[in-house]
């Protein structure tokens, strides 16, 4: 049975067996419901906040609903069988706190009795998606955004930062938008959430955002609800935000600038490898071009650059590069027993994850 890769998101949870050139099997909402012990229990009132997220920003916070996800997603969703469980890799985000690191190897062992564990950071994932072992990438999750360097396979954290904003912070940024030009609408998140998905788009430059922030055709947009608005200028600043931060109150460069002063932290005889193996990852699918534009007049001597996936390789990767490197990681790690077996675990404790992981 092949390694199960997981990969979990603030907003997705992607799973899937490890088979590197096919999409995660398995994509669901990270989101749980959490249903009341006495289902007698009908009040609305009684029903409220029971919405629970177990990763926020990035980062596993309710480890309870965590457990109870993939216990889900192993058993029910893959197939995993009760006293044969297999083994397991977790892609790691930037910064993950060592207690956090225990805390899944010991839930993975000791709550599923998995025969195998192992975790890499995201970063270096992403860069093996596209058959890279060194570069930068630039990761825009829904609940934070990573910046890091890698200098073969392993991540230099002196010149990563991590960004307490993502696409909820640009959902949020939409909804505030759409409310100016659209004040006797009432728009659920998931309606701006959708919405975003189908309309977020970026501007070639920051002329052409200016330009369709003065005249910019407008579109007519039927909620599900039967409330119809309008959508134009708007489309153009979630995307704008990424760029010019001052857009959601920010005093900061615009990624281009936050990638380039970040390598410049690092040796200069490893900039050009750095900068012209640029991966974009997660919802990033619109700006690709934009990134290019910025990307030609930035401050560096050396440009940065985005590398192209492999054509082998499934559509749509920047969404998962990181569980595809996974994949990808998890057929050597097993195989040549590089990981964390049971008996490492039951010597050394949680620990042994910084030992042979990290």
């Not at 919405?51 to 889900?72: Q, T």
């Not at 000791?110 to 072992?133: D, P, T, W």
């Not at 825009?140 to 993502?166: N, Y």
């Not at 077996?341 to 992981?357: I, Q």
Request: hydrophobic content about 40%; glycine content about 8%.
């Amino acid at each position: 049975m092949d390694a199960v890769v997981v990969d979990a998101g603030t907003k997705l949870l992607k799973s899937g067996f490890a088979v590197p050139d096919q999409p995660p099997s398995m994509v669901i909402p990270t989101q749980m419901k959490r249903v009341p012990a006495d289902e007698s229990l009908t009040d609305a009132s009684l029903l409220e906040n029971v919405i629970i997220d177990p990763v926020a920003r990035g980062f596993i916070r309710d480890w309870d609903a965590m457990e109870d996800l993939l216990s889900h997603v192993l058993y029910t969703g893959l197939g995993w069988e009760i006293g044969n469980e297999g083994q397991i890799l977790f892609t790691d985000p930037l910064a993950t706190p060592k207690a956090g690191r225990e805390q899944l190897v010991q839930l993975m062992f000791e709550k599923f009795n998995i025969s195998g564990f192992f975790a890499s950071e995201q970063a270096v994932l992403s860069l093996y998606a596209v058959g890279r072992i060194s570069g930068c990438t630039v990761d825009i999750g829904h609940g934070k955004m990573d910046i890091a360097s890698v200098i073969e396979g392993a991540v230099q954290h002196i010149s990563s930062r991590r960004f307490e904003i993502g696409g909820l912070d640009l959902t949020n940024l939409f909804a505030q938008e759409l409310r100016k030009s659209n004040p006797h609408v009432n728009f659920s998140i998931s309606d701006v959430e959708k919405l975003k998905e189908q309309y977020a788009c970026c501007a070639e430059d920051d002329a052409a955002y200016r330009g369709f922030q003065k005249a910019c055709p407008e579109e007519q947009h039927t909620l599900p609800d039967g409330q119809v608005i309008t959508i134009g200028r708007e489309k153009y600043t979630v995307g704008e935000a990424l760029f010019q931060p001052s857009i959601l109150g920010l005093d900061a460069h615009g990624i281009v600038e936050q990638l380039v002063r970040c390598i410049s932290t690092v040796s200069t005889e490893n900039h050009r490898q750095l900068l012209e193996n640029t991966v974009l990852c997660g919802g990033t699918a619109s700006m690709t071009d934009r990134f290019q534009t910025e990307a030609a007049v930035s401050s560096s001597a050396i440009r940065p650059c985005l590398v192209k996936p492999p054509e082998y390789m499934p559509d749509n990767l920047a969404s998962y590069s990181a569980w595809v490197g996974g994949a990808i990681l998890a057929k050597v790690v097993f195989p040549q027993n590089q990981h964390v077996t049971k008996a490492d675990y039951d010597e050394n404790g949680p620990s042994v994850v910084h030992r042979k992981c990290f």
